[in-house]
């Protein structure tokens, strides 16, 4: 039974950094194409980044230059460093993973693609 467990979410000040992660079990992470997708109660989950089996990485534009998805295989755990925090970054984060995603849906970081989810790590980022 494939689960993922994120953790690390915190509370931090603007401009402040955070890393999440996400523990794979019951099958390797490489068997998996992952993503981070987060949610502000009462709006639509957002794709903030996905990366590929073959470690291609794509990022909402919000995230752009800010946040870095990584995955270590060896570990079964999936990586989202996340720098210069806003408030705007605040919501529930949820890693995401499926075995085959299209590379399309991927790019789009479409969160319905995904079949497995974690419980979700709340980022707080306070002004």
């Known amino acids: 039974q494939v689960q993922l467990v994120e953790s690390g979410g915190d509370s931090v000040q603007t401009g402040g950094s955070l890393t999440v992660s996400c523990v794979v079990s019951?099958?390797?992470?490489?068997?998996?194409?992952m993503g981070w997708i987060r949610q502000i109660p009462g709006k639509e989950r957002e794709g903030v980044a996905t990366i590929a089996k073959d470690g291609t990485a794509t990022y909402a534009d919000s995230a752009k230059g800010r946040f870095t998805i990584s995955k270590d295989n060896a570990k079964n755990i999936l990586y989202l460093q996340m720098s210069s925090l806003t408030p705007e970054d605040t919501a529930m984060y949820y890693c995401?993973?499926?075995?085959?995603?299209?590379?399309?849906?991927?790019?789009?970081?479409?969160?319905?693609?995904?079949?497995?989810w974690g419980q979700g790590t709340q980022v707080t980022v306070s002004p």
């Open positions: 019951g099958d390797a992470s490489s068997n998996f194409d």
């Open positions: 995401a993973a499926d075995y085959i995603v299209p590379r399309p849906a991927l790019r789009r970081m479409a969160p319905g693609v995904f079949g497995y």
